[in-house]
Nanobody, 125 residues
Framework: QVNMVESGGGSVQAGGSLRLSCSSS????????MGWFRRAPGKGREGVAA???????RYAESVEGRFTISRDNDKNTLYLQMDNLKPEDTAMYYC???????????????????WGQGTQVTVSS
């Protein structure tokens, strides 16, 4: 059983910032590949940002230049820094992970074996 605990969600006004955190096991954060996904009301799950085992990153076009994914191996934590938030960023955000070493950030959900419970982000205009 792999625990993945997200935190950092909340309500902000458009233009504001939030930082999401996802704590997990050391062998996942330090070796595996990880990502952030979101699901807005009435919409499907969307890959937002991903980081591979080498630290390379990839972003959805809708968040490119505004969101930054990073990983702190000492704290076994994945982050998503979200700046210049827009109302359309409102969604439940999930972290996802897989312990396999893999090169090439993945924004497709089926690649991941472990998921967090989600944290709500609400952006008002």
């Amino acid at each position: 059983q792999v625990n993945m605990v997200e935190s950092g969600g909340g309500s902000v006004q458009a233009g504001g910032s939030l930082r999401l955190s996802c704590s997990s096991s050391d062998y996942i954060v330090q070796r595996g590949f990880m990502g952030w996904f979101r699901r807005a009301p009435g919409k499907g799950r969307e890959g937002v940002a991903a980081i591979d085992s080498a630290g390379d990153t990839r972003y959805a076009e809708s968040v490119e230049g505004r969101f930054t994914i990073s990983r702190d191996n000492d704290k076994n934590t994945l982050y998503l820094q979200m700046d210049n938030l827009k109302p359309e960023d409102t969604a439940m955000y999930y972290c996802a992970a897989d312990p396999r070493r893999r090169l090439g950030p993945m924004l497709t959900a089926f690649e991941y074996n472990y998921w967090g419970q989600g944290t709500q982000v609400t952006v008002s205009s």
